[in-house]
C-alpha cells in the first residue's frame, strides 16, 4: 500500500488509505460523483483473501460482488438499457 501512495504523491486527487479492500470499495463508490470512476485493480480473478499467512485462514471477497452491492445501496438496482428492454419484448 505504501508503494501505491508513493506513485499517487503530486496527483490532483485526495487520496484515502483504507487498509480493509472491502471497507475500501464500499467507500470508493459513496465518494464516487456522477463523472467519476472506480477502478479495482490488484486481485484479477480471485475471490478469496488471505487474513493471515496461513492459506486455511482465506476468506471469500469478490471485489465484483462488493462494488455490486455497494452501487445497489448506493444507486439501487440497475436500469436496463434501451436495447435490453427491446430485446426482451422481442
Known amino acids: 500500500m505504501a ?3 508513493v506513485g499517487l504523491m503530486g496527483a ?3 487520496v484515502r488509505t483504507v487498509p480493509d479492500r472491502r471497507a475500501a470499495i464500499l467507500a ?3 465518494a464516487a460523483g456522477p463523472a467519476d470512476v472506480v477502478l479495482l485493480v490488484g486481485r ?4 478469496r483473501m488471505l487474513d493471515t499467512t496461513d492459506p486455511l485462514d482465506a476468506v471469500h471477497l469478490d471485489d465484483a460482488e462488493v462494488a455490486n452491492t455497494a452501487l445497489i445501496a448506493e444507486h439501487g438496482p440497475p436500469v436496463p438499457a434501451v436495447d ?3 430485446e426482451r419484448a422481442s
Open 3 to 5: 508503494e501505491l501512495r
Open 12 to 14: 490532483a486527487a485526495a
Open 44 to 47: 484479477g480473478h480471485e475471490t
Open 28 to 30: 470508493a463508490v459513496r
Open 84 to 86: 435490453d428492454l427491446a
